[in-house]
Antibody
Framework: QVQLVESGGGLVKPGGSLRLSCVAS????????MSWIRQAPGKGLEWVSH????????YYADSVKGRFTISRDNAKNSLYLQMNSLRAEDTAVYYC???????????WGQGTLVTVSS | QSALTQPASVSGPPGQSITISCTGT?????????VSWYQQHPGKAPKLMIY???NRPSGVSNRFSGSKSGNTASLTISGLRAEDEADYYC??????????FGGGTKLTVL
């Protein structure tokens, strides 16, 4: 069965950095676009970034462009999100999701909480 | 990247039907048949309910259906059940090769 397991969340000070990881299993990871989506406490879903199968096509939300970097390692079935210059408004649960044809998310991880606070 | 517009809340008694709207622009909802809908129960990850406007993933009840007219997509839930009470989000692919979500709709089954 498809599984996505995120890790790497935690408490970080404003201006700090954090790297999230997502390990995939149960499907051919290299065949699928992958995405990061976040949800601030008590708020709605916000798309963050997605990456193509080979990593050659990458897109970001304006809110994180220039600060976050998405990457993948197909040999390790892993997706990453490097988050720099973190702000309080980046506080959220970050979900890793499998992309269906680049426009919908058919499998989600359980999420990892990132808290940016001094 | 403005969020798609959804009503904050909808409600209905068990057995009735409700429709949740999702309004965007010609750069997202109106320009592509790439609208999807997600159900989220408290403390849980979202679940895909509809993709590419009208398609239901395997395992999703046929009480859930999707449609689109112009810049507005809709999710209809027929024969409401208590377990349908949740938050619902729409999303759309955009002309910028990004994805935008709606603000979410809280469904209450009375």
């Amino acid at each position: 069965q498809v599984q996505l397991v995120e890790s790497g969340g935690g408490l970080v000070k404003p201006g700090g950095s954090l790297r999230l990881s997502c390990v995939a299993s149960g499907f051919t990871f290299s065949d699928h676009y992958m995405s990061w989506i976040r949800q601030a406490p008590g708020k709605g879903l916000e798309w963050v970034s997605h990456i193509s199968t080979s990593g050659s096509a990458i897109y970001y939300a304006d809110s994180v462009k220039g600060r976050f970097t998405i990457s993948r390692d197909n040999a390790k079935n892993s997706l990453y999100l490097q988050m720099n210059s973190l702000r309080a408004e980046d506080t959220a649960v970050y979900y890793c999701a499998r992309d269906g044809r680049g426009s919908y998310y058919d499998y989600w991880g359980q999420g990892t909480l990132v808290t940016v606070s001094s | 990247q403005s969020a798609l517009t959804q009503p904050a809340s909808v409600s209905g008694p068990p057995g009735q039907s409700i429709t949740i709207s999702c309004t965007g622009t010609t750069s997202d909802v109106g320009g592509y048949n790439y609208v999807s809908w997600y159900q989220q129960h408290p403390g849980k990850a979202p679940k895909l309910m509809i993709y590419e406007v009208t398609n239901r993933p395997s395992g999703v009840s046929n009480r859930f259906s999707g449609s689109k007219s112009g810049n507005t997509a809709s999710l209809t839930i027929s024969g409401l059940r208590a377990e349908d009470e949740a938050d619902y989000y729409c999303s759309s692919y955009t002309s910028s090769n990004t994805v935008v979500f709606g603000g979410g709709t809280k469904l209450t089954v009375l």
